[in-house]
């Protein structure tokens, strides 16, 4: 999976924990929220044109973008985070279960309506799981999320 598809920020994982809609498998719990419904924890709006001043390195002050994203085009990318707790294993069967979901979301991406954050929180079956069974878990679960647009037939 490619970096710019990536949900890295512990912020942002937070806010999809917090705000998001789960949607659970043996091998994997899906969490949803749209870009449509993000709020600040005050329970206000956010414009998300307006911009914050911020220090450059050079000291001048310079615009940065609002606090969920950038240009428009960021704010439409499907983000997606994973994520595998102890109760997966040892590192060795966490760090594999992490790698299993992101190559099998790797051929989904595209398959996803954009707009979206996602984590994907890897359950202990998963280290034991292969591609395929992965693949097929994340197929029910974005169908049950209703999330999925058809299938390229490629």
Do not use: C, W
């Amino acid at each position: 999976m490619q970096r710019k598809f990536r949900l890295t920020r512990s912020e942002d994982f937070k806010r999809v924990r917090r705000f998001g809609k789960s949607y659970a498998h043996p091998l994997v719990v899906l969490i949803v929220q749209s870009h449509d419904t993000r709020s600040t924890p005050q329970g206000g709006s956010v414009d998300k044109g307006s911009t914050t001043p911020v220090l450059s390195p050079s000291g001048g002050a310079r615009a940065a973008p609002s606090a969920f994203g950038g240009s428009p085009a960021d704010q439409q990318r499907v983000k997606i985070g994973v994520a595998a707790g102890r109760t997966v294993g040892t590192a060795v069967y966490r760090n594999r279960a992490k790698r299993l979901l992101r190559e099998a979301m790797r051929t989904l991406i595209p398959n996803i309506a954009s707009g979206f954050d996602l984590i994907l929180i890897a359950r202990p079956g998963l280290a034991a799981a292969t591609l395929e069974e992965t693949r097929q878990a994340l197929l029910t679960l974005l169908q049950r999320a209703q999330i999925l647009t058809p299938l390229n037939e490629s």
